[in-house]
């Protein structure tokens, strides 16, 4: 079936348009002329009457007011009166949250094939800290005669970081003596 809109630049024929794209998400075909007339082929079937859009809008405005969530406004009164009977709720449980731990293995490598790997082990060892707990070790050749310690040890999540045990202990003084660097190869969580 063919519509033909005969003037879109009309009152009339933009009402018609309007009309018929009401039921239809798209049009085909073009304009024949310019600015005259719009010709439509469609195998849609025309619809009964349909109700006017701006009514239809109306009721439903009405209705998103009550389920308005403000997702970037303050707390409610109701909102913080929860969370304080949460936090009060923890706190009366009487339960500390414990802290999680972790295994970790630790690529240390000395600075050549020279370097003492008996005293670079001992002074990797020799980093203390609360939640810091060393554990095996061997040496791993890498090259040329060159071997890496590795080694195991378990911390604390919440009172050791990692990060901070490389970059202020292992390649620090006194210890950077011996270690070049250092690699994490594993990190589990235990």
């Keep these: 079936m063919a519509v033909s809109f005969a003037n879109v630049n009309s009152e009339?024929?933009?009402?018609?348009?309007?009309?018929?794209?009401?039921?239809?998400?798209?049009?085909?075909?073009?304009?024949?002329?310019?600015?005259?007339?719009?010709?439509?082929?469609?195998?849609?079937?025309?619809s009964a009457s349909t109700p006017d859009v701006a009514d239809a809008a109306a009721p439903a405005a009405d209705d998103d007011d009550e389920d308005d969530v403000d997702l970037f406004g303050e707390e409610t009164e109701e909102e913080k009166k929860a969370a304080e009977e949460r936090a009060a709720a923890v706190k009366a449980s009487g339960k500390k949250k414990e802290s999680g731990k972790s295994s970790v293995l630790l690529d240390v490598k000395p600075w050549d094939d020279e370097t003492d790997m008996a005293k670079l082990e001992?002074?990797?060892?020799?980093?203390?800290?609360?939640?810091?707990?060393?554990?095996?070790?061997?040496?791993?050749?890498?090259?040329?005669?060159?071997?890496?310690?590795?080694?195991?040890?378990?911390?604390?999540?919440?009172?050791?970081?990692?990060?901070?045990?490389?970059?202020?202990?292992?390649?620090?003084?006194?210890?950077?003596?011996?270690?070049?660097?250092?690699?994490?190869?594993?990190?589990?969580?235990?």
């Design 12 to 46: 009339a024929g933009l009402k018609k348009l309007d009309e018929y794209l009401l039921t239809r998400s798209y049009i085909t075909g073009g304009v024949t002329a310019e600015g005259q007339g719009v010709k439509v082929e469609s195998s849609a079937v025309p």
């Design 122 to 190: 001992e002074a990797v060892r020799s980093v203390q800290m609360e939640g810091l707990l060393w554990g095996a070790s061997k040496l791993v050749p890498v090259g040329y005669g060159i071997k890496k310690l590795q080694i195991m040890m378990t911390i604390v999540d919440d009172l050791v970081s990692i990060d901070t045990l490389i970059e202020d202990h292992l390649c620090a003084e006194p210890v950077n003596e011996y270690v070049q660097s250092c690699d994490i190869v594993a990190f589990n969580k235990i």
